[in-house]
């Protein structure tokens, strides 16, 4: 009878669950992006003319477009202290790529260092901080150990990294892709980040040489191309290599690209069905690279209507 009545319990939290999720809505919408030169270097001149946003192929009338170019950033840092990463030199990897990064450090940048554990749960080592020393005195006591649960972990950052103090934000994530013991799925974790506007730069300390073997042998132990999709969504990148020269290549391009970075942004209008919704960017012709996150969980955006798009384009016809 007890079995029965916990049973039923666990069908009804699993539906206000899934009751919940269907519900959660944003009301505002900020979409960082990058746009790249065909040389790959930032475009740091893009006007707001220049940009139009769609939503599920639709444009949207936004109220929102600032650039970021020098501003400091609030860094989260979430490491994996799994016993994976005692082998082959990652863990060292790890906090080279660390001491990197805080090494970089501009005025008003702040960073957070977390480290998850087995049971998927990202324990604050050092809470935000404009002293970069701190993180390095946390890294010392950092003893890989136990399994690796990082979709668990990843799940908590983007509320985490509300306490940096600038606009400005991005989840470092280091691990070396091997996830053996989330409860939460792939699908999930995909699905709880819809909604971040945190770019997610994602570090698989490996060789690629290494990757390619493990994937032929056991394909599930290895998931960084799960890494590559939750950072491409959310409009950051995934790096795979653990040599000094890579790690410090890569926290350049992090660098440069998050500093030279445009905001765009709307208010949906609260109507319609709650449900992820596609976002995309309609540049002018000299972008050749954009990173954007892919979407949002929410109502209807406003559309522009036909009669706007007309008005706008006789403008800028007369601007010229």
């Known amino acids: 009878m007890i079995r029965s009545v916990v049973a039923v319990l666990c069908l009804a939290a699993t539906n206000l669950f899934a009751q919940y999720e269907d519900q959660v809505s944003v009301s505002y919408v900020m979409v960082p992006f990058t746009v790249l030169s065909g040389n790959g270097a930032p475009i740091t001149d893009l006007k707001a003319k220049e940009v139009s946003l769609l939503v599920d192929g639709q444009a949207v009338a936004t109220d929102m477009f600032e650039q970021s170019f020098n501003a400091p950033v ?17 863990m060292d990897a790890a906090k080279s790529a660390i001491n990197a990064l805080t090494a970089r450090r501009r005025e008003g940048d ?17 809470p935000f901080t404009e002293n970069p020393s701190a993180i390095t005195r946390a ?27 600038n606009p400005s934000r991005a989840i470092i994530l280091l691990s070396d892709g091997i996830d053996n013991a989330s409860k939460m799925t792939r699908e999930q974790i995909a699905k709880r980040l819809e909604a971040v506007a945190i770019p997610i730069y994602a570090f698989g300390l490996r060789e690629p040489a290494e990757l390619t073997k493990i994937v032929a ?52 209008t609260g109507k319609g069905t709650v449900k992820y919704r596609r976002i995309s960017l309609k ?38």
């Open 74 to 90: 609030s860094w989260t840092i979430l490491l994996d202290g799994s016993g994976s990463m005692g082998l082959a030199g990652k």
């Open 110 to 126: 702040d960073f957070a260092l977390y480290v998850f554990d087995s049971e998927g749960h990202a324990n604050e080592l050092v």
């Open 139 to 165: 890294l010392d006591i950092v003893k890989p150990w136990g399994k690796t649960a990082f979709f668990d972990a990843l799940a908590e950052m983007p509320a985490r990294t509300d306490l940096g103090r």
């Open 217 to 268: 042998l056991n394909e599930e132990m290895s998931n960084i191309n799960v890494l590559e999709e939750l950072a491409s969504a959310t409009g950051g990148k995934l790096f795979v290599g653990n040599q000094p020269q890579q790690i410090a290549s890569a926290m350049d391009g992090i660098e440069s690209n998050l500093r030279a970075q445009y905001l765009i942004g709307f208010p949906p």
């Open 283 to 320: 540049l002018a012709g000299r972008v050749r690279t954009v990173r954007v996150r892919a979407g949002y969980r929410g109502t209807e955006p406003p559309v522009v209507s036909a009669a706007s798009r007309g008005k706008k384009r006789n403008n800028e016809r007369k601007k010229s």
